[in-house]
């Protein structure tokens, strides 16, 4: 006896007309999709090179900023140099200043001690002062003396002193054969501090031999 599976009979009919309704199936690598893989293909390209471009930027970034880190501590290291160096210069100033205001004084000082001093070694024989006035640079000397060789002689070696300008006798006169007399005296400036002995000692000579001295009056 013969059987016939008529369920499985009707059933291919339907399968074949579903699949001639969906068409004829593309393969995977059709045009299409082709186009589509080549489209992602270049999108991870250009992320892969964008990742590659931003970590290489990040790393010059990194770079940078540990070189500023290190720049910076630098720079705070020597601060304690440079702030040492800021407060020896004050120092230097400060110090400069008490120097010149100590020799100042000094000067001050030695002044009429040096003016006395080369008045007195000027002092000829029979001839005395009686008094001396110091007006800033000028001297005023007045004295006596018992003849008019004297006077001439103290004339001439003030004149002769490097200390002091030519001498200029203001007033004389006669009585009971004592000469009274009044000198006015001008402080000749100091040589430069630079300029060595011998050229201050040959300046002051030229000085002194280009002045005349007062002639000596005659009794």
Do not use: C, H
Not at 49 to 74: E, H, P, V
Not at 88 to 112: A, H, S, W, Y
Not at 150 to 177: C, G, H, M, V
């Amino acid at each position: 006896m013969i059987k016939i599976n008529l369920i499985a009979e009707g059933r291919k009919p339907v399968v074949a007309r579903q699949q001639r309704a969906a068409g004829p199936r593309t393969p995977l690598l059709g045009g299409e999709n082709l186009a589509l893989w080549l489209l992602l293909a270049g999108l991870l390209v250009g992320v892969g090179i964008f990742g590659w471009y931003f970590l290489a930027l990040r790393g010059t970034i990194n770079d940078n900023d540990r070189q500023i880190a290190r720049d910076r501590q630098r720079v705070a290291e020597l601060q304690d140099i440079i702030d040492q160096v800021e407060a020896f210069k004050l120092k230097e100033v400060e110090l400069n200043t008490k120097i010149r205001v100590i020799q100042d004084l000094k000067n001050n000082q030695r002044g009429p001690v040096e003016t006395m001093d080369a008045i007195s070694q000027a002092l000829p024989e029979l001839l005395w002062l009686d008094r001396m006035d110091t007006r800033g640079d000028r001297v005023t000397v007045t004295g006596r003396a018992f003849n008019w060789n004297a006077i001439a002689t103290f004339i001439q070696n003030l004149d002769d002193s490097p200390i002091f300008s030519e001498p200029n006798l203001r007033d004389i006169n006669t009585n009971r054969d004592v000469f009274n007399f009044a000198l006015e005296l001008t402080k000749a400036p100091p040589p430069p501090v630079e300029a060595p002995v011998g050229q201050a000692a040959a300046g002051g000579g030229g000085a002194s031999s280009g002045r005349t001295s007062a002639p000596a009056p005659t009794p």
